[in-house]
């Protein structure tokens, strides 16, 4: 049995660019602690848009332009791209389309126990990908550790964590949160 640990969007512009956060940046040694500790594969996704941003419906209804392929704010941040290897997922949308394909190869080569999930935002993406994790493999324990997490402010990160443990995810570190 394998515990998978999946960290989500930890990038530049989602800590120090144009959609950074105080909350964001404080979380940042918090999940290098959790990646080098963590006993079991590590996964990124890695919120990816093109040029024309602006133009679709995400970016119409945040017009904020992040994340941009081969900019400084789409790569991940430097201290969690250095704590570990890992495969990166890609991700257009909140939730990473391709990832179930990869957590249910892994499961079939070793079942997977759980998944935990680290990284930004609580409110988006992070709940997003735990809804869709749960949706193809209902039978592993989905963790979200929310001393690892930061949402877009702090109440709707707090609003995602009750959301979710209503779905069935196990919710920790919610007495270390910043």
């Known amino acids: 049995m394998q515990d998978i640990l999946l960290v989500v969007d930890m990038q530049n512009d989602f800590v120090n660019g144009s959609l950074g956060t105080q909350e964001a940046r404080s979380i940042v040694s918090k999940v290098v602690e959790k990646m080098r500790k963590f006993e079991g594969p590590v996964l990124f996704t890695k919120d990816t848009h093109q040029k024309d941003y602006l133009e679709t419906q995400e970016g119409r209804l945040l017009p904020v332009e992040h994340c941009i392929r081969g900019t400084e704010g789409w790569e991940i941040v430097g201290e969690v791209a250095g704590a570990r290897e890992g495969q990166v997922i890609e991700k257009d949308t909140f939730g990473a389309r391709d990832l179930p394909d990869v957590l249910m190869e892994m499961n079939e080569e070793n ?68």
């Open 111 to 178: 079942p997977v126990r759980s998944i935990t999930l680290v990284g930004l935002c609580t409110d988006i993406c992070v709940i997003s990908n735990a809804m869709l994790i749960k949706a193809y493999l209902p039978e592993v324990e989905i963790i979200v550790d929310a001393s690892c997490c930061a949402g877009v402010t702090p109440e709707s990160h707090k609003i995602a964590l009750d959301a979710m443990k209503v779905c069935q995810v196990s919710v920790t570190g919610e007495n270390e949160e910043a």
